[in-house]
């Protein structure tokens, strides 16, 4: 089923003037979802979901972050927080006047859908939560992610080469996950390493005494073999959130290469987030 697309723009006030983030809206109609990416990754990499989800009526929209996509990146690390991500999706809310979204996301984006649950209760109709990045994740993360923040510190050349040979590759050439990977690969070292740097040492989730007063319905999906997400954080806030539903995925390639039946369960649980009946949310403070 062909739905419409549209990209938009908004702009958020920051501490060097006004950031302008980039969206995409596919469908329409009242039924909102938000889908946020991974981190470094662009909105695009939701596009196959948000299709589908669009497909069966939902109005979905997908966001670059800041610093991600083709929203603005400034190199400053106290504007990139999970927090910060959160108050972004919100001003994306008020901005398409939706009083009300089921807010999902991969990795990062799981993340900072649990903080839109934590900071605006009011506007969160459910969670979908793949890969949230946990206790679990902390000695991964830094093998991962430390080595980059160096390179793009003290080695910027090295990120510099990487974009200068990622960016002329015509992405409808490609599969689409490889452009996907082009794209992450295409960075700005001082905007990287500012991204990198603020998550490393700013609010990465809510804490779990958080994550435990969120009262919305919430499916969060995990999978095995991956150290950076472990199974065992999906796990973990499956059994914090009151109304959350945990599917166990075959691996991190299952809704990239296969998605059909997580699509389907992303789909059926959003529909019954909207035919559900609007309530008061509140989380623990």
């Known amino acids: 089923m062909l739905v419409s697309e549209r990209i938009g723009q908004l702009f958020i006030d ?25 981190q470094l ?29 083709r929203s603005d990146r400034p190199a400053d690390p106290l504007v990139y927080s999970t927090t910060a991500f959160a108050e972004q999706v919100v001003a994306l809310l008020d901005h398409l006047g939706a009083p009300q979204a089921v807010i999902g996301g991969t990795s990062l984006g799981a993340n900072v859908s649990l903080e839109v649950a934590v900071i605006a209760p009011d506007r969160v109709r459910g ?11 902390l000695e991964a993360g830094i093998l991962a992610f430390g080595p980059v923040l160096f390179s793009a510190r003290f080695l910027p050349f090295t990120i510099t080469a990487v974009r200068r040979l990622t960016r002329p590759v015509p992405r409808g050439i490609v599969p689409f996950w490889a452009g996907i990977v082009l794209d992450t690969l295409d960075q700005r070292a001082d905007a990287l390493a500012a991204v990198v740097h603020g998550l490393f040492f700013g609010r990465i989730a809510p804490p779990s005494r958080q994550r435990r007063g969120i009262r919305v319905p919430a499916l969060v999906v995990g999978h095995p073999a991956d150290p950076i997400h472990p199974a065992a954080d999906a796990a973990m806030l499956a059994e914090e959130l009151p109304e959350a539903t945990f599917v166990r995925a075959e691996s991190i390639l299952e809704w990239r290469l296969r998605p059909e039946r997580l699509n389907a369960e992303a789909a059926t649980f959003a529909l019954r987030c909207w035919k559900a009946p609007r309530r008061g949310r509140r989380t623990a403070t």
């Open 14 to 38: 920051g501490d060097q003037g006004r950031d302008r983030l980039e969206y995409t809206e596919y469908g329409a109609g009242d039924a909102w979802v938000v889908l946020l990416h991974g």
């Open 127 to 137: 969670l979908i939560c793949e890969m949230p990045v946990l206790d679990n994740a």
């Open 41 to 69: 990754m662009p909105r695009r990499m939701q596009q196959p979901l948000a299709r589908a989800l669009a497909a069966e009526g939902l109005h979905v929209v997908t966001l670059d972050l800041l610093g991600h996509g």
